[in-house]
């Protein structure tokens, strides 16, 4: 499970005569990692790989002409200077405190785990998300509103939408009560409101503002919450506008649609995060599917209270840009955002939307692997050691991007032994050529030994 719902290889190495490099594992760690060119002490929390580490500096989300960065732009110009300051360049090593602590997740969410986070110590993560830099951001008070771009890193699923390194965007907007004409915030934060642009946008909003299962907050009135949703819905609103009229241009201009095609349509859906309420996503309709854009809310009180900035109030919400990107550029596969192959990258250029033109889809290998996992590890409710987020590591550690999606295929447990046997299928496919026969075999021979090595697994 993700730390929260929202969003969510070796490196091919290109010109070379074969992109096959079959990686070792390493089965301990040192007393220290380095981590983006800084030493830290391990632990028993430390769970970092090395081609997870390789991925840090590599700042997609500003690198001029990358799909990542143009999406970056584009959101950030609904965001202006001076009441919004960009910070683009924060260090994706936070402590456990600012990922988590500062933010109010309970001690027991699935998003602390080790199956779930990267912990560099146990002191130590890679961001799991943008939020993480809430509090110092409030704390630091160097503008009314801000917006963060910047990677985060989740163990997750393999498949052509999810890579454990990605992108977010988070902004906010807070008013302060000591600052605000007669310190009323509702009256400021509607007066900011009309200011913002209106829109054409067929929006589907039913639910109440707040009500028990999405509250309103002690520290809140309901007309201050009511001003503040609305003018967090209007902004976002706004975000969906700027990008996805630019991607129906470029559809348009491509020949994928039609000028008087239907008005795109978005939606709000009441939603749960620990450091909002009442929390929202925004979902919009995509093709005939609704897909999940964002996700915001009201502001807890406890982290501007816990910052040391009490008197403000306001709204925060947080972006994956993959996601968007995939839908402006047309890249059907989250792989291809880290490919350095020319053909890749020469299609894209700073403050253009134009559809990703796939250099040739090469053929897929499918290839199954079974096995029981030790019996310590499927003791009735024991401990359970390995996690299918083990296994995507796994393969991502030894077949890097050439890994295009795993699947768990088959689960069950000896009704005598009591041991449990796991089935995945793991799809290899490169994006920049076909593998061959060889290759196939190699790597999924490198899995298989990785799996019993590392988790003395029993193979079938
Ligand atoms: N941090 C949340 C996520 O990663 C998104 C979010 C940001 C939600 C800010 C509310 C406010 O899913």
Redesign the pocket.
């Known amino acids: 499970m993700?730390?929260?719902?929202?969003?969510r290889a070796l490196r091919p190495s290109t010109g070379s005569t074969s992109i096959l490099r079959i990686r070792q594992i390493p089965r301990y760690y040192s007393s220290k990692i380095t981590v983006g060119g800084k030493e830290y002490p391990t632990d028993e929390y430390t769970n970092l790989p090395p081609h997870i580490e390789a991925c840090v500096g590599r700042n997609l989300h500003l690198s001029p002409n990358h799909p990542i960065s143009i999406t970056r732009r584009l959101i950030e110009r609904r965001f202006p200077a001076p009441v919004y300051k960009a910070h683009n360049t924060l260090s994706p090593i936070v402590s456990v405190q600012q990922n988590f602590d500062s933010?109010g997740f309970p001690l027991d969410h699935p998003g602390r785990s080790r199956t779930d986070t990267y912990y560099i110590n146990e002191k130590t993560v890679m961001r799991?998300?943008?939020?993480a830099h809430?509090a110092d951001t409030f704390a630091a008070g160097e503008s009314e509103g801000f917006t963060i771009a910047a990677d985060?890193y989740r163990r997750d699923a393999i498949d052509r939408s999810h890579y454990p390194v990605f992108h977010?965007m988070?902004?906010?907007r807070m008013w302060s009560r000591s600052e605000v004409p007669n310190g009323d915030i509702a009256a400021a934060v509607r007066a900011d409101l009309e200011k913002l642009p209106k829109h054409d946008l067929v929006v589907e909003d039913s639910g109440p503002i707040f009500h028990e299962g999405n509250p309103l907050q002690k520290a809140h009135s309901a007309e201050e919450c009511e001003a503040i949703a609305a003018h967090l819905k209007r902004s976002l609103e706004g975000v969906v506008v700027e990008v996805f009229g630019q991607a129906k241009k470029a559809a348009i201009a491509a020949g994928e649609a039609k000028e008087d095609d239907a008005p795109l349509r978005v939606r709000w859906i009441e939603?749960y995060?620990p450091?909002?309420t009442p929390?929202w996503e925004l979902e919009v309709l995509w093709q005939g599917e609704w897909l999940e854009l964002?996700?915001?809310?009201v502001?807890q009180q406890s982290i501007p209270d816990n910052a040391g900035t009490p008197d403000k109030v306001g709204?925060?919400?947080?972006?994956?840009l993959e996601r968007v990107a995939m839908l402006l550029f047309g890249i059907p596969d989250i792989r291809l955002f880290w490919s350095k192959d020319e053909r890749f990258l020469t299609q894209f250029a700073e403050g253009r939307i134009t559809k990703f033109q796939s250099f040739s889809k090469y053929p897929p290998c499918y290839k199954d692997v079974a096995f029981w996992l030790p019996s310590s590890s499927s003791s009735a409710g024991g401990q359970v050691a390995f996690h299918e987020n083990d296994m995507m590591e796994t393969v991502r550690g030894v077949a890097g991007d050439l890994a295009e999606d795993v699947r768990l295929t088959d689960e069950f447990t000896h009704p005598k032994s009591g041991k449990k046997s796991m089935c995945f299928r793991i799809n290899y496919r490169s994006l920049e050529k076909t593998l061959t026969n060889e290759e196939t075999n190699a790597l999924h021979e490198a899995v298989r030994t990785a799996l019993k090595e590392k988790y003395a697994v029993e193979l079938r």
Request: charged fraction near 5%; include cysteine; glycine fraction near 16%.
């Open positions: 993700s730390t929260t719902t929202l969003l933010l799991t998300h943008t939020s809430q985060v977010q988070e902004g906010a939603a995060f450091f909002t929390s964002l996700g915001c809310g502001v709204w925060a919400f947080g972006v994956g």
